[in-house]
């Protein structure tokens, strides 16, 4: 059998092709492509679902899910098979495109690959943990830091280098990308995301602005090479390094749709209908991050300006006509 090469190879540990070919439902040779979704790892995911679901999300569900990668990527009537060397096990996948894995030995010894009816990089992967009675629209951050360990040892990881700080082997771990401030494991909204809010034990804090948006770090020469290439405006990072939220912590979300809160507070001089040279004369120039819909956020301070720690953060959002929208600031 022509074996998953599932050393580091740093642009493909999220995913291979699965080009749609017809999959023998017995003895497949030469159709697993070196970066097909790895079998024995996604059950390694899910046995570290078992071992750390007791303490930090204990009545949680793990399942995973398929989100659309690249333009254009049809994302009904998706088809999963584990194949193997003689093993051929169909994988039913849901309406949302989530899925459950069975442990089957024989898929284990063969080293059998998860491969789709779809090209393998026109999807992200995702582990998708869930406890019951979070408020609709809501994420509990016991269960987002159950998804990046679970993801990062299934190996559903961004294939994009720039969002690591580190290369080699401990690209790949999860204890080291999960429980530092620049792990940057991205997760994924419903819908397009302008800020988000955490809320614990009777505090409340608005995440960082640049916790949205891949930080505004994807050049659209990156972009390719990111999970979020399609998903950029529902894109966010999450605490889940940081102990002194605990794991009940509810996420909220404002979308770009909703209407600012009162209390919210604009970025100075900023108000809605103004252009961008508007805001350009009142900010100065910000960090651009277009989205495919036409609209466009701008991010203050610049990603490349290093001395914009301790200055307040603003983010101004942009219709496709070049107006404001909204916008917000946050104090340091």
């Avoid at 979704?37 to 995911?45: A, C, E, L, N």
């Avoid at 401990?170 to 997760?187: E, H, I, K, M, Q």
Wanted: aromatic share 8%; hydrophobic share 40%; net charge neutral.
């Amino acid at each position: 059998m022509l074996r998953a090469v599932r050393t580091f190879v740093v642009l493909g540990l999220l995913a291979g092709t699965a080009a749609a070919q017809t999959i023998p439902s017995v003895s497949v040779t030469s159709t697993r492509d070196p970066v097909d979704k790895s079998y024995r790892r996604m059950v390694r995911g899910m046995d570290r679902f078992a071992r750390e679901q007791p303490a930090m999300a204990p009545a949680a569900t793990l399942r995973f899910r398929l989100l659309p990668r690249l333009p254009g990527t049809r994302m009904e009537g998706i088809e999963l098979k584990v194949v193997g060397d003689t093993v051929s096990l169909p994988v039913p996948v849901a309406l949302d495109n989530s899925f459950t894995l069975a442990r089957d030995e024989q898929a284990l010894r063969e080293d059998a690959a998860l491969v789709a009816n779809r090209r393998t990089t026109s999807m992200t992967w995702r582990a998708d943990v869930r406890s019951p009675g979070v408020p609709e629209g809501m994420r509990r951050l016991g269960d987002l830091r159950l998804e990046c360990r679970v993801g990062m040892e299934a190996g559903l990881v961004s294939n994009n280098v720039h969002l690591f700080a580190w290369l080699g082997d401990l690209l790949a771990s999860a204890d080291r990308v999960c429980t530092d401030p620049d792990g940057r494991y991205l997760f994924f909204t419903e819908r397009p995301v302008f800020a988000v809010t955490l809320q614990a034990d009777g505090r409340s804090m608005q995440a960082p602005l640049r916790a949205v948006y891949a930080s505004g770090t994807q050049t659209p020469a990156d972009l390719r090479y990111c999970d979020c290439q399609v998903l950029l405006e529902r894109s966010y990072y999450a605490p889940v390094w940081d102990s002194s939220w605990p794991d009940d912590t509810l996420l909220s979300f404002e979308y770009m749709d909703d209407p600012a809160p009162p209390d919210a507070p604009a970025a100075p001089g900023i108000a809605a209908g103004q252009t961008r040279d508007q805001v350009r004369a009142a900010l100065g120039e910000g960090t651009a991050v277009p989205f495919r819909d036409g609209r466009e956020a701008w991010l203050y301070p610049r990603a490349d300006d290093s001395r914009g720690q301790g200055k307040p953060e603003y983010l101004v959002l942009f219709d496709a006509d070049g107006r404001v929208i909204k916008s917000r600031m946050r104090a340091p």
